[in-house]
């Protein structure tokens, strides 16, 4: 079955622009969504198809992907973006959606 | 704009059945994907199943042997069903409509809006 792998945590600096991967076996094929998780919270979507951004959500956030590796970019980053990140795709061979471990983006 | 919220018990007994519901509001539960998800403390996302609205289902096969998951659009709700639960049940468990289309090559699905998640306990 498809894999995604995430690092476990990346830090930024408030203003700073935050790069959180998701590696996976030609994801630039796939089509890439991202999630994110503040603690105690239920995910929300933050962007899907690969660089699409649901209504309410900040220009800030975009994504990317090239090859094996997709990208969630968060320019000036603020203390509030501070949550874990998830990645998914649909497996269709399976039929089963299939999420990445998750990022926790810590704001310094 | 649709929302959706889990309701059931929070604390269930090792080795019975776990049952939640999703109801849906603001917009209709026909024509649309619904999921089940969970996340044990601590931990990352875990995708249950599917259900249609016209009651097709997917299940995630580490979990197939035990999950049921049903429709009744007539309450706009859909429902999880979990047997034999374990400590290993205890999680976070939401449920999200699935944003879904195919193309001539492939499928793209994504979960929006959530629920706000209700937590189970399995304990004796």
């Known amino acids: 079955s498809y894999v995604l792998t995430q690092p476990p945590s990346v830090s930024v600096a408030p203003g700073q622009t935050a790069r959180i991967t998701c590696g996976g076996n030609n994801i630039a094929r796939e089509s890439v969504h991202w999630y994110g998780q503040k603690p105690g919270q239920a995910p929300i979507l933050v962007v899907y198809?690969?660089?699409d951004r649901p209504s309410g959500i900040p220009e800030r956030f975009s994504g990317s992907d090239s090859g094996n590796t997709a990208t969630l970019t968060i320019s000036r980053v603020e203390a509030g973006d501070e949550a874990d990140y998830y990645c998914?795709?649909?497996?269709?061979?399976?039929?089963?959606?299939?999420f990445g471990g998750g990022t926790k983006l810590t704001v310094l | 704009q649709v929302q959706v919220q889990e309701s059931g018990p929070g604390l269930v007994k090792t080795s019975e059945t776990l049952s939640l519901t999703c109801t849906v509001s603001?917009?209709?539960?026909?024509?649309?994907?619904w999921s089940w998800i969970r996340q044990p403390p601590g931990k990352g996302l875990e995708w249950i199943g599917y259900?249609?609205?016209?009651?097709?289902?997917n299940y995630n096969p580490s979990l197939k042997s035990r999950v049921t998951i049903s429709v009744d659009t007539s309450k706009n709700q859909f429902s999880l069903k979990l047997s034999s639960v374990t400590a290993a049940d205890t999680a976070m468990y939401y449920c999200?409509?699935?944003?879904?289309?195919?193309?001539?090559?492939?499928?793209?699905?994504?979960?929006?809006?959530w629920g706000q998640g209700t937590l189970v306990t399995v304990s004796s």
């Open positions: 999200a409509r699935n944003e879904a289309y195919c193309t001539t090559t492939s499928c793209s699905s994504w979960f929006d809006p």
């Open positions: 998914q795709v649909w497996d269709d061979s399976s039929d089963h959606p299939v």
């Open positions: 603001g917009g209709s539960i026909r024509s649309y994907y």
């Open positions: 259900i249609y609205y016209n009651g097709s289902t």
């Open positions: 198809d690969d660089s």
